[in-house]
């Protein structure tokens, strides 16, 4: 006859087994997951382009990419450079189909920057702002503004200039609330307003 006990030892490790199985194939299924999903992603990629649009335009003497009668006389007072701080915003790029930031040949965005002049607070700091296309198969990469000319007009020149879809986005999206609170924050510690 099975007694009491051997019937609660056989229950308590039959759970304990099933316990084990479910955690193996939890622990499996999660791996598989993993492996599935490529390590460099496109908002993985979008963060890099991200990234490297924001180093370029920051590192650039601001003459590159200078727009609206915003010159490098009126940036470069002292000896020394003031540091440059900028928001980007990516609207796209090409080709469209790659995944990694090597195989980006051209970025299409907008760029807000803001010469941090030390004790100058933003409002009345010098800006370099608008749409932007850069050449990423350059080293650094080609930074080239959207300007108006004497000829066409901006709204003409960005449809010149930049893929249909990506100029509609250009003439109605800036930065994002979270990117221009970042670009605050950095010019602030810069400028030391």
Not at 19 to 41: C, D, F, H, K, Y
């Given at each position: 006859?099975?007694?009491?006990?051997?019937?609660?030892?056989?229950?308590?490790?039959?759970?304990?087994?099933?316990?084990?199985?479910?955690?193996?194939?939890?622990?499996?299924?999660?791996?598989?997951?993993?492996?599935?999903?490529?390590?460099?992603?496109?908002?993985?990629?979008?963060?890099?382009?991200?990234?490297?649009?924001?180093?370029?335009?920051?590192?650039?003497?601001?003459?590159?990419?200078?727009?609206?009668?915003?010159?490098?006389?009126?940036?470069?007072?002292?000896?020394?450079?003031?540091?440059?701080i900028c928001g980007v915003r990516?609207?796209?790029?090409?080709?469209?189909?790659?995944?990694?930031?090597?195989?980006?040949?051209?970025?299409?965005?907008?760029?807000?920057?803001?010469?941090?002049?030390?004790?100058?607070?933003?409002?009345?700091?010098?800006?370099?702002?608008g749409p932007v296309i850069m050449?990423?198969?350059?080293?650094?990469?080609?930074?080239?503004?959207?300007?108006?000319?004497?000829?066409?007009?901006?709204?003409?020149?960005?449809?010149?200039?930049?893929?249909?879809?990506?100029?509609?986005?250009?003439?109605?999206?800036?930065?994002?609330?979270?990117?221009?609170?970042?670009?605050?924050?950095?010019?602030?510690?810069?400028?030391?307003?």
């Amino acid at each position: 006859m099975i007694s009491w006990e051997s019937f609660a030892g056989w229950y308590r490790n039959r759970l304990v087994w099933v316990a084990v199985i479910l955690l193996a194939v939890s622990a499996g299924a999660v791996m598989l997951v993993n492996r599935a999903a490529p390590q460099t992603e496109p908002a993985d990629l979008q963060g890099q382009i991200v990234a490297r649009m924001r180093t370029t335009l920051e590192q650039a003497d601001p003459g590159q990419h200078h727009h609206a009668g915003h010159g490098v006389q009126q940036v470069a007072t002292e000896e020394e450079r003031p540091a440059v701080i900028c928001g980007v915003r990516v609207y796209g790029y090409e080709p469209t189909e790659v995944t990694a930031l090597a195989d980006v040949r051209t970025v299409y965005g907008f760029h807000l920057c803001g010469v941090a002049e030390q004790k100058r607070p933003w409002d009345v700091a010098v800006k370099l702002a608008g749409p932007v296309i850069m050449d990423m198969s350059t080293d650094p990469p080609g930074i080239q503004v959207v300007e108006a000319t004497a000829d066409v007009m901006f709204v003409d020149r960005l449809r010149q200039m930049f893929p249909g879809t990506y100029a509609e986005l250009a003439l109605r999206e800036a930065l994002a609330d979270s990117e221009m609170a970042e670009l605050r924050r950095r010019y602030d510690a810069a400028a030391g307003a």
